[in-house]
């Protein structure tokens, strides 16, 4: 790929923490910025440069990978005197790899082409373990020469580039591949909570679902812990769930297409967001459909 990117990272959470390390351990130079400073103490130890504004770390790097929340923390990111486009010069190449609305991601693309600088959008598919073991699937969109140009950096994140199209297509499938996991999240709660209320242990369920190759799905495994010990530490937190879930109903809407069971698993998640659960891990709408079978017994 020519010289090696100065990469500039913004967004050390649950993934992006483990995807700036994963960069540093490939060997690229990689300085960050976070918005809680705390977060970024552990790179300061390993020899990373620490910018102390988006605008800083956009100065010293070529190459900036955004890993936040949601537009609005794009925006505080990219927006303003101190935000990224305010140093970004031409040449240059933003690439996202947030969970953001196809809309806003085609309007950031906009600003980039007209600043001459390259866009990526890049979200990943993979949890909280596929990014620390450097496993994620990474749904590229963009110009294919350009996502070609950055998959060696992008293969220090993943295992694995799919190409999707011109950009917001990494998003549009992104929203595709997550309807499944909310879908397949929501299986599993409702399945447990089926099986606590007629007396059947949960276990039950995974042993049966193990035993059946037709059924056995990684995504099951993966999720067993918080289901059936009702733990509920965050992977995937159900804000971001519930932010994705929204995006995929605006989509389907502008299409005239109707998703109902998505429709139905947003009326859940938002529940649980609003009964306080938005921080914790996307299978804690288990502990609301269980709360609400114990409120309903006792009236
Ligand atoms: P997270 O742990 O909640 O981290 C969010 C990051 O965004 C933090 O660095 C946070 O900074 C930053 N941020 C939030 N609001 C901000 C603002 N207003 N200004 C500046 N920075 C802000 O999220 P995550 O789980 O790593 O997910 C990141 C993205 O990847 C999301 O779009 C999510 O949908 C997507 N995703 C997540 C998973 C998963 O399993 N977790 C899997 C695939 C895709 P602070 O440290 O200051 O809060």
């Given at each position: 790929m020519g010289l090696p990117p100065r990469i500039g990272f913004i967004g050390l959470g649950i993934m992006g923490r483990a995807m700036a390390s994963n960069l540093l351990k490939a060997g690229f130079q990689v300085s960050v910025y976070n918005?809680?400073?705390?977060?970024t103490a552990e790179f300061a130890d390993l020899g990373c440069e620490i910018a102390v504004t988006p605008r800083a770390l956009a100065k010293r790097a070529d190459t900036v990978i955004t890993m936040v929340s949601d537009n609005a923390a794009m925006d505080a990111v990219m927006?303003?005197?101190?935000?990224v486009l305010s140093a970004f010069a031409g040449g240059n190449t933003l690439i996202n790899m947030s969970t953001l609305s196809p809309d806003y991601t085609s309007a950031l693309a906009r600003k980039c082409y007209t600043a001459g600088v390259g866009f990526l959008d890049c979200p990943v598919s993979g949890s909280k373990g596929a990014a620390e073991k450097g496993e994620l699937v990474i749904l590229a969109g963009g110009e294919k020469p350009l996502v070609e140009k950055f998959t060696p950096v992008l293969k220090a994140m993943g295992k694995a580039v799919v190409y999707a199209g011109a950009a917001p297509a990494g998003t549009a499938l992104k929203l595709c591949v997550n309807l499944v996991i909310a879908q397949l999240t929501t299986a599993l709660a409702e399945s447990a909570a089926l099986a606590e209320a007629q007396g059947i242990a949960p276990a039950l369920i995974f042993e049966a679902i193990d035993q059946n190759p037709a059924m056995n799905c990684g995504y099951f495994s993966l999720k067993k812990n918080n289901i059936l010990?009702?733990?509920?530490?965050?992977?995937?937190?159900l804000k971001h769930m519930l932010k994705d879930a929204r995006f995929m109903l605006v989509e389907a809407a502008r299409r005239k297409l109707q998703l109902p069971v998505t429709a139905a698993v947003e009326t859940l998640l938002a529940k649980s967001y609003n009964s306080?659960?938005?921080?914790?891990?996307?299978?804690?709408i288990l502990a609301n459909l269980t709360e609400t079978l114990g409120q309903e017994s006792t009236t």
């Amino acid at each position: 790929m020519g010289l090696p990117p100065r990469i500039g990272f913004i967004g050390l959470g649950i993934m992006g923490r483990a995807m700036a390390s994963n960069l540093l351990k490939a060997g690229f130079q990689v300085s960050v910025y976070n918005r809680t400073r705390q977060r970024t103490a552990e790179f300061a130890d390993l020899g990373c440069e620490i910018a102390v504004t988006p605008r800083a770390l956009a100065k010293r790097a070529d190459t900036v990978i955004t890993m936040v929340s949601d537009n609005a923390a794009m925006d505080a990111v990219m927006e303003g005197p101190e935000g990224v486009l305010s140093a970004f010069a031409g040449g240059n190449t933003l690439i996202n790899m947030s969970t953001l609305s196809p809309d806003y991601t085609s309007a950031l693309a906009r600003k980039c082409y007209t600043a001459g600088v390259g866009f990526l959008d890049c979200p990943v598919s993979g949890s909280k373990g596929a990014a620390e073991k450097g496993e994620l699937v990474i749904l590229a969109g963009g110009e294919k020469p350009l996502v070609e140009k950055f998959t060696p950096v992008l293969k220090a994140m993943g295992k694995a580039v799919v190409y999707a199209g011109a950009a917001p297509a990494g998003t549009a499938l992104k929203l595709c591949v997550n309807l499944v996991i909310a879908q397949l999240t929501t299986a599993l709660a409702e399945s447990a909570a089926l099986a606590e209320a007629q007396g059947i242990a949960p276990a039950l369920i995974f042993e049966a679902i193990d035993q059946n190759p037709a059924m056995n799905c990684g995504y099951f495994s993966l999720k067993k812990n918080n289901i059936l010990n009702k733990d509920f530490t965050p992977a995937f937190p159900l804000k971001h769930m519930l932010k994705d879930a929204r995006f995929m109903l605006v989509e389907a809407a502008r299409r005239k297409l109707q998703l109902p069971v998505t429709a139905a698993v947003e009326t859940l998640l938002a529940k649980s967001y609003n009964s306080g659960y938005g921080e914790k891990d996307l299978s804690v709408i288990l502990a609301n459909l269980t709360e609400t079978l114990g409120q309903e017994s006792t009236t």
